[in-house]
């Protein structure tokens, strides 16, 4: 069955560093786009970026752009989440989950099933 | 920027069928899609593209849309139903765009 399991979460000052990973089995890894999709405590749901299944095309909310890089590696099986100049408002735990979509009419629709079991970020002095 | 709304809570008795909406400007124009979550786990999709169930998600929980809104209703609610339910559907109007609803607390009474 699809399995997703994220790492690297953990604790880290403001302006700092952090990668995080999903190893991705089950699946035909490298045939499918993957999502980082992050929740702060107490919060709802918050997509962070998209990479398509060769990274050939990679899309980012506003709130990360410019600090936050996703990649991919198809020979291993596994996503990345590159964070840098973190701030407090990045605490949360993130999720990597598998892209199902759809285009009709040259419409694309994408939505997430599953998701892994997320991995805690909290950005603090 | 685009928004989803949902009312915050819902509640239910039992048994009784609950119904919990997703309004959007886009919706019409693009498909909406439904997550469960229960404390201290990931979200699961339980409806896509409007009213499809996924395997192994139980008949009670259906979709539907109309207009620029669109509604998860579970019919004869239970006890393991209580949990938070989150709508996302897409901004057509920009480049790829993913938006998720503020999220509904249902309580079963």
């Known amino acids: 069955q699809v399995q997703l399991v994220e790492s690297g979460g953990g604790v880290v000052q403001p302006g700092g560093s952090l990668r995080l990973s999903c190893a991705a089995s089950?699946?035909?890894?490298?045939?499918?786009?993957m999502h980082w999709v992050r929740q702060a405590p107490g919060k709802g749901l918050e997509w962070v970026a998209f990479?398509?299944?060769?990274?050939?095309?990679?899309y980012y909310a506003d709130s990360v752009k410019g600090r936050f890089t996703i990649s991919r590696d198809n020979s291993k099986n596994t996503l990345y989440l590159q964070m840098n100049s973190l701030r407090a408002e990045d605490t949360a735990v993130y999720y990597c989950?598998?892209?199902?979509?759809?285009?009709?009419?040259?419409?694309?629709?994408?939505?997430?099933?599953?998701w892994g079991q997320g991995t805690l970020v909290t950005v603090s002095s | 920027s685009y928004e989803l709304t949902q009312p915050p809570s819902v509640s239910v008795s039992p048994g009784q069928t609950a119904r919990i909406t997703c309004s959007g400007d886009?919706?019409?124009?693009?498909?909406a899609y439904w997550y469960q979550q229960k404390p201290g786990q990931a979200p699961v999709l339980v409806i896509y593209?409007?009213?499809e169930r996924p395997s192994g998600i139980p008949e009670r929980f259906s979709g539907s849309s109309s207009g620029t809104t669109v509604t998860l209703t579970i019919s004869g609610v239970q006890a393991e139903d209580e949990a938070d339910y989150y709508c996302?559907?897409?901004?057509?109007?920009?480049?790829?765009?993913?938006?998720f609803g503020g999220g509904t607390k249902l309580t079963v009474l």
């Open positions: 989950a598998k892209d199902q979509s759809i285009t009709i009419f040259g419409v694309v629709s994408n939505w997430f099933d599953p």
């Open positions: 089950g699946f035909t890894f490298s045939s499918y786009g």
């Open positions: 990479i398509r299944y060769d990274g050939s095309n990679k």
């Open positions: 886009a919706l019409p124009k693009q498909y």
């Open positions: 593209k409007d009213s």
């Open positions: 996302q559907s897409a901004d057509s109007s920009t480049t790829y765009s993913v938006v």
